[in-house]
């Protein structure tokens, strides 16, 4: 039997609000990549989200370390745009004192 490298597709899929997610799952590329820098094994990461298979984990954790660079400017990318979002909807909606709004409302319903 001969071996015949055939180049692989990453099981990167990137979604209409551009996000990056792996395979044909709801799971990002921010929280692999996470994950794995936060020393989880690959094993580990499928336990977790069970929806991903773990070749696609291992290819793109493969992809990352060999363009690293390319990955990490998207993540920051993502990081500004969540930050973006959070502060219009703090400006929106004001997140101090819900906690006791809630609890007020619940009270006034009664039991």
Same mark, same amino acid.
């Given at each position: 039997?001969? !071996?015949?490298?055939?180049? @692989?597709?990453?099981? !990167?899929?990137?979604d &209409?609000?551009?996000?990056? $997610? ?10 692999v ?11 580990e990461i499928?336990q ?5 298979h773990? &070749?696609?984990v291992?290819?793109?954790?493969g992809?990352y !370390?060999?363009h690293?660079? @390319?990955?990490?400017a998207?993540?920051?990318? $993502? ?8 502060q219009?909807?703090? &400006? ?8 006791? $709004?809630l !609890?007020a409302?619940? &009270?006034?319903?009664?039991?």
């Amino acid at each position: 039997m001969i !071996l015949s490298p055939t180049p @692989e597709v990453i099981p !990167l899929a990137e979604d &209409a609000d551009g996000v990056m $997610r792996i395979g044909n799952t709801r799971v990002t590329l921010d929280t692999v990549i996470a994950a794995f820098s936060d020393g989880a094994t690959v094993e580990e990461i499928v336990q977790q989200y069970p929806s991903l298979h773990l &070749a696609d984990v291992y290819s793109v954790i493969g992809y990352y !370390l060999r363009h690293t660079a @390319e990955v990490e400017a998207y993540l920051q990318q $993502r990081s500004a745009q969540r930050d973006a979002v959070r502060q219009q909807n703090e &400006a929106r909606f004001d997140p101090h004192g819900v906690r006791e $709004r809630l !609890l007020a409302r619940c &009270a006034s319903h009664g039991p």
